[in-house]
C-alpha cells in the first residue's frame, strides 16, 4: 500500500481522469502498466499531469530511497569518422572531409590514465564507425586502456559498433562479444537505440543498426555477463505509443536478461542535426519540451518499477536545472562528469563537456537529497550525506586543458588519414 494514499490525495485521484488515476493506483499497488495506458500518461494535462509526477516520486523514493546517485567518469570519443549518415547525428564526419580526426592509442591510453589520476573510475569509449577498420580496433584500445590502468572500468562500443567490429572480423555477434570481454570492456552503453522501432528507425537513420540486431546485441552481451545500459532518444518525430512501446520492449528484455543497469531518456537535440537544419521530415519537433522531458522520467519509472531500479537524467541534454527538477518525477541518478562530452556539443548543446562532482552534488542536495558516487555497476563509493568531501577533479581550475569537440576536429596532428584519397 502506497505511503502517499493519505485522504487528501485520494481526494485528488478522484478528481483526476478516472482512467490515468487508475493506472496510478495500479502503478502504487507494483503493477505493470501497459503499453495503452502509458501512452495515455504522456497526454496528461493539468492535475493529471502532477499526480503522474507524485506517482513517480513515490515509486522512485521507495524503490531506491533519497540517494542521488552520480559517476566520475571520461568520455573518450576517439574518432568521429562514419560510414553512416544519421539524420540525428551532428558528431559524425564523412571519410573526405576536413574535419575528421582519429586519436592515436597513446592518445586515448593518455585521457584515460589522467582521468583515472583525478579520480575517474570509468572510461566510455564511443566513436564513429570508420570505413576499412581493422576488426581487432575496439580490442587494441581495451587492452591498451587496461594495460596502463587496469582498474578503470570501460563502458565501452553501442550495439551499432559491436555489430560493425563483428562484420569486420567475420565472426559473430557472440564471438565478437566474448573477444572484447576478455579485452577488458565490463558494460556497453545500451545507445543506437533511438526509438526501437523499425518504420521510425528508417526515417531517421536509414543503415542504422535494426531493431532485431540490437536486440541481438544486447541479449547476447547480457547472457554472457556483460551488462549494459538502456536509452530512448525522444522529441524527434516519435508519437506517446512509440515511446511506450520503446519502454515496454526495453521492460521485455529485462525480464528476460536482467542485464540493464539504468534506463537513460535523451532529449533530441536538434539544432545541428542535419534531418532538422535540412527539414527533411514534415512535422520534425525542435526537442521535448519541458513538460515532455518530466513525462518521459516519471513514466519511464512507472513503467520500468518493477524491473529496473535506476532511471538517469542526462544533465548534457537538458542542462542542470531540468536534470535537477527530473530528480522529482522518478529520476535518482545524475550520470557522470564527461570531461569530455563530444556528441550532445557537436548537437548544439550548451550545458557544458563537464560538470564536477561538487557541483553535481550541490544540485543534488538543493533538492533535499543525499548525492553518493557509483560505480558503473551501481555500487556506492562514498555517501556524501553528512560531509561534503574534495576530489581531484574538483581541484581543477582551468578544464581548457581536456580540450574540446571544435578544438579537436581542426587540429592537423589528429587528422584522419585513409587510403581513399586521391
Known amino acids: 500500500m502506497s505511503t502517499i494514499h493519505t485522504s487528501s490525495f485520494d481526494a485528488l485521484l478522484r478528481s483526476s481522469d478516472p482512467l490515468i488515476s487508475d493506472t496510478l493506483n495500479r502503478a502504487l499497488d507494483e503493477k505493470e502498466i501497459s503499453i495503452s495506458e502509458a501512452t495515455r500518461l504522456f497526454y496528461a494535462k493539468g492535475l493529471d499531469f502532477h499526480l503522474i509526477g507524485i506517482v513517480a516520486d513515490e515509486l522512485r523514493k521507495r524503490r531506491v530511497g533519497d540517494i542521488v546517485t552520480y559517476v566520475v567518469n571520461r568520455n573518450i570519443n576517439f574518432t568521429n569518422v562514419c560510414i553512416k549518415q544519421c539524420g540525428f547525428c551532428a558528431f559524425s564526419r564523412d571519410f573526405r572531409e576536413e574535419e575528421g580526426y582519429f586519436l592515436p592509442m597513446d592518445e586515448i591510453v593518455r585521457r584515460a590514465k589522467e582521468a583515472h589520476a583525478l579520480g575517474a573510475t570509468e572510461v566510455c569509449v564511443q566513436a564513429g564507425l570508420p570505413p576499412d577498420m581493422d576488426g581487432d580496433t575496439y580490442e587494441n584500445i581495451c587492452r591498451a586502456i587496461k594495460s596502463e590502468v587496469g582498474d578503470i572500468h570501460i563502458h565501452g562500443f553501442s550495439p551499432e559498433e559491436v ?206 537529497r543525499i548525492p553518493a558516487q557509483r560505480t558503473t555497476s551501481y555500487k556506492i563509493i562514498k555517501n556524501y550525506a553528512s560531509e561534503e568531501g574534495k576530489d581531484p577533479l574538483d581541484e581543477i581550475q582551468n578544464t581548457s586543458q581536456f580540450g574540446s569537440y571544435h578544438e579537436l576536429i581542426k587540429l592537423d596532428r589528429y587528422r584522419y588519414k585513409n587510403n581513399r584519397r586521391n
Open 163 to 368: 555489430l560493425y567490429g563483428a562484420t569486420r572480423s567475420g565472426i559473430s555477434i557472440k564471438e565478437y562479444l566474448i573477444r572484447l570481454k576478455n579485452a577488458g570492456v565490463n558494460s556497453l552503453p545500451g545507445t543506437a537505440a533511438e526509438i526501437l522501432d523499425q518504420d521510425m528507425r528508417d526515417k531517421i537513420s536509414p543503415g542504422r543498426i535494426s531493431v532485431s540486431k540490437w536486440i541481438e546485441v544486447i541479449k547476447t552481451a547480457h547472457k554472457i555477463g556483460i551488462p549494459s545500459t538502456s536509452t530512448i532518444m525522444f522529441g524527434h518525430l516519435e508519437s506517446p505509443e512509440d515511446r511506450a512501446k520503446h519502454i515496454a520492449l526495453i521492460r521485455d528484455i529485462q525480464k528476460e536478461t536482467r542485464g540493464f543497469t539504468e534506463f537513460v531518456p535523451l532529449n533530441f537535440i536538434h539544432s545541428e542535426a542535419p534531418m532538422y537544419k535540412e527539414n527533411l521530415h514534415l512535422n520534425i519537433r525542435n526537442g521535448a519540451d519541458g513538460k515532455d522531458v518530466l513525462l518521459m522520467h516519471a513514466v519511464s519509472r512507472i513503467m520500468l518499477n518493477n524491473y529496473i531500479n535506476n532511471i538517469q537524467t542526462s544533465w548534457v541534454k537538458e542542462g542542470a536545472g531540468m536534470a535537477q527538477l527530473s530528480l522529482c518525477w522518478g529520476a535518482n541518478d545524475f550520470g557522470g562528469t564527461l570531461i569530455n562530452e563530444s556528441i550532445s556539443t557537436s548537437a548544439g548543446s550548451a550545458h557544458g563537456q563537464l560538470l564536477k562532482p561538487k557541483d553535481i552534488r550541490q544540485v543534488i542536495r538543493q533538492i533535499g
